[in-house]
């Protein structure tokens, strides 16, 4: 049927793998992070802070998945982006362009994104890259 489109979404039980990922990740090189997942939309999925986190982290997580997701890219790229003056991703209130986003995606489509906050922005991107290998999807952002 036309109009009609055969989409993966990723589930609660696809995110908490991912978290749980990216915690073991953090946790395995003494880093206190938080890890957020978000739908295709930017919508929260999982969230989740470690002990030993900085308090602020989670936020710095949410925006990064939120980012990642509904740009389609790693924040890592729109971080660069800005360096160089390409600054057009500031006008989104919810956008934080700092690595440590990474978008999810299946056979070239986002489905999501995720991203840490709390260790420094390449420890973050290394936790994140945890998280969507733990869905076994082949893909590195």
């Not at 986003?101 to 890259?129: F, K, M, W, Y």
Request: glycine share 16%; hydrophobic share 45%; net charge negative.
């Amino acid at each position: 049927m036309t109009g009609l489109s055969n989409t993966k979404q990723l589930t609660l039980e696809g995110a908490k793998a991912m978290g749980e990922a990216a915690i073991t990740e953090a946790a395995g090189n003494g880093w206190g992070i938080a890890v957020a997942i978000v739908d295709a939309g930017g919508h929260p999925l999982y969230l989740a802070r470690m002990e030993n986190a900085p308090v602020a982290s989670y936020r710095g997580a949410s925006s990064k998945a939120w980012t990642a997701a509904t740009f389609a890219r790693p924040t890592r790229v729109l971080d660069e982006g800005i360096a160089a003056g390409r600054t057009q991703v500031l006008a989104f209130a919810e956008a934080l362009p700092i690595q440590g986003g990474l978008p999810v995606q299946v056979d070239g489509a986002t489905i999501g994104g995720i991203g840490v906050g709390g260790a420094s922005a390449a420890e973050d991107e290394q936790c994140a890259q945890a998280g969507i290998d733990a869905l076994g999807l082949g893909e590195r952002a």
